[in-house]
């Protein structure tokens, strides 16, 4: 029997761009689904986000035949408690991104994702020990001056941005020792986030103040959807940097945090002042000036395709 051609490597990366580019404009346009759960509390909508998830992604590993990494992942303790510790990480970071959202400081939000990149190249020089090349060390510091700025401005540090950074830069650095697949990962981190998520679902149900199944059908069906809103991405971003070139996927990274800085300032009408247009111009000199770098170096060291 003839072997299948090999696959065409421009339609693969045309491919890819699709899948990636599907994952973060799914990202950039969150908070409008954040948004329609805003009578919901924060807790409340982050623990039926974690067990819809759970029950959404146990099939896939089924579907996608990855039950046996997903059962060797269980049997191994030491990596139970990595993935415990990044599933806390990934709780939080969802709890205040969702929080944020509904509360007005979505702007706060775009920062924390549009920083976390170089957040990541910090957490890489002091945690792997590796060496900052010149230009990343000027964007650190371009991005670091913004946001001492807009704290000397205010008289307020920009905690939301910093701490959505920060935990999900710590979750990228953690997730970096754990030899896991991104879906078996995020699965099990779902169901170690389970049983209390549905202790406190069954309380908020004895007490007489959840909201599903008490409110309306839509909302139920919102609360619900928390999983394929969650995971769909995930997979679509998994298929997108499994065809594509990290400089590629670095670029595109940056739609996300922009369709969240539209969404505030254009459809949410969150005040943005001459302040916070100053940082946020310091951030996105920063980061023309890292993506040049990465961009170049990459350049240098593999053979290029263009895309």
Not at 25 to 54: C, D, N, Q
Not at 130 to 139: K, V
Request: aromatic fraction near 16%.
């Amino acid at each position: 029997m003839n072997a299948e051609p090999p696959a065409n490597p421009r339609s693969e990366s045309i491919y890819g761009v699709m899948y990636a580019g599907l994952a973060f404009l799914i990202w950039g346009l969150g908070p409008m689904y954040w948004k329609a759960l805003g009578s919901v509390p924060a807790m409340e909508i982050i623990t039926h986000r974690v067990v819809w998830s759970f029950l959404f992604l146990l099939p896939l590993i089924v579907l996608q035949r990855k039950w046996k990494e997903f059962v060797d992942v269980l049997k191994n303790y030491r990596m139970l408690l990595i993935l415990l510790l990044t599933a806390l990480c990934v709780g939080g970071n969802w709890f205040l991104y969702v929080w944020a959202v509904n509360h007005e400081f979505l702007l706060q939000a775009s920062l924390g994702y549009y920083i976390n990149p170089l957040v990541n190249v910090v957490l890489g020089m002091l945690f792997l020990r590796e060496r900052l090349r010149m230009p990343q060390i000027l964007a650190v510091l371009l991005a670091a001056s913004g946001v001492m700025y807009l704290t000397i401005y205010y008289g307020e540090f920009p905690w939301i941005a910093l701490t959505l950074a920060l935990s999900f830069g710590f979750y990228g650095l953690i997730r970096k020792i754990a030899p896991v697949g991104s879906l078996v990962g995020l699965t099990i981190e779902t169901m170690l986030l389970s049983p209390p998520a549905v202790i406190y679902l069954v309380y908020l149900n004895f007490q007489g103040s959840g909201s599903i199944f008490h409110v309306s059908y839509t909302l139920d069906l919102l609360l619900i959807g928390c999983a394929p809103i969650t995971a769909v991405p995930l997979l679509f971003f998994t298929l997108g940097a499994k065809r594509i070139y990290l400089s590629t996927l670095g670029l595109m990274q940056y739609i996300g945090p922009s369709g969240m800085f539209l969404l505030a300032v254009v459809f949410y009408d969150e005040p943005f002042s001459e302040a916070q247009l100053r940082t946020f111009a310091l951030i996105w000199t920063a980061l023309v000036i890292y993506s040049t770098d990465s961009i170049i170096y990459f350049r240098r060291n593999i053979n290029y395709r263009p895309v």
